[in-house]
């Protein structure tokens, strides 16, 4: 199967930066089909703020649009999310999210999902 593993989140002022990073864990009979940054504030529905697929490229919700950045190295299996421009709205637990398949086929269809056990970013103003 495949395993997601957070890291980078933390407390930082407005206005400042941080850069989370995902490790995935899997072994090569298993490809990715998509990657994607969830975040989950308190009280709230966890909401997709940035996708990572290889044919369409990266996709962002409107309120990270211009300050997020979603990222992925593949030599190494990890997913980033450059967040700059941090704002208190930002502040939630972050999730990682992969949609994977068994390799093989021309295409990666994705049927399983994999999250990561989150990390909390707090913005304080």
């Known amino acids: 199967q495949v395993q997601l593993v957070e890291s980078g989140g933390g407390l930082m002022q407005v206005g400042g930066s941080l850069k989370l990073s995902c490790e995935v864990k899997?072994?090569?009979?298993?490809?990715?089909?998509?990657v994607a940054w969830y975040r989950q504030a308190p009280g709230k529905e966890r909401e997709l703020v940035a996708a990572?697929?290889?044919?369409?490229?990266?996709s962002y919700a409107d309120s990270a649009k211009g300050r997020f950045t979603i990222s992925r190295d593949n030599a190494r299996d990890i997913v980033y999310l450059q967040m700059n421009s941090l704002k208190p709205e930002d502040t939630a637990v972050y999730y990682c999210?992969?949609?994977?398949?068994?390799?093989?086929?021309?295409?990666?269809?994705?049927?399983?999902?994999?999250w990561g056990q989150g990390t909390q970013v707090t913005v304080s103003s």
């Open positions: 999210n992969a949609q994977w398949d068994y390799s093989g086929g021309y295409t990666c269809p994705g049927d399983f999902t994999s």
């Open positions: 899997r072994k090569s009979t298993f490809c990715l089909a998509a």
């Open positions: 990572l697929t290889s044919s369409t490229g990266a």
